[in-house]
């Protein structure tokens, strides 16, 4: 009877763990894009000009996505408004994504890819 119980409980578990790591219409065309933008990103920190080490970088503190994009963007690789254009497109992108409205992703998305260029 324990082990009854057991395995029923067990394969609720698993059911309910599967259901929620459900990606959404365009999960994959998301990590594609961000992927995109980090590439650029790095392209244009190894041939841009360096800028002063920040002061969080001292107190050993890992940088973020959002601190890189705003370094280079004073740097000159991207613009305020084009790193705007691009966290606003992502951010909408995976809002439509988890709605499961795939049109409106990938509207969002090209739009990031037109911000970051070719």
Do not use: N, W
């Amino acid at each position: 009877m324990i082990t009854l119980r057991l395995a029923t409980l067990g394969a609720a578990a698993c059911l309910a763990s599967m259901s929620m790591s459900y990606a959404g219409p365009c999960s994959g065309e998301i990590d594609r894009v961000q992927a995109r933008v980090d590439a650029k990103l790095d392209a244009l920190a190894a041939t841009g000009p360096s800028g002063p080490e920040s002061a969080a970088a001292t107190r050993h503190q890992q940088p973020t996505p959002g601190s890189i994009a705003a370094a280079e963007s004073r740097l000159g690789a991207f613009s305020d408004a084009t790193v705007a254009a691009i966290k606003a497109g992502m951010t909408r992108a995976r809002e439509a994504d988890r709605a499961g409205d795939a049109a409106a992703c990938e509207q969002a998305l090209a739009g990031v890819r037109r911000a970051i260029g070719p």
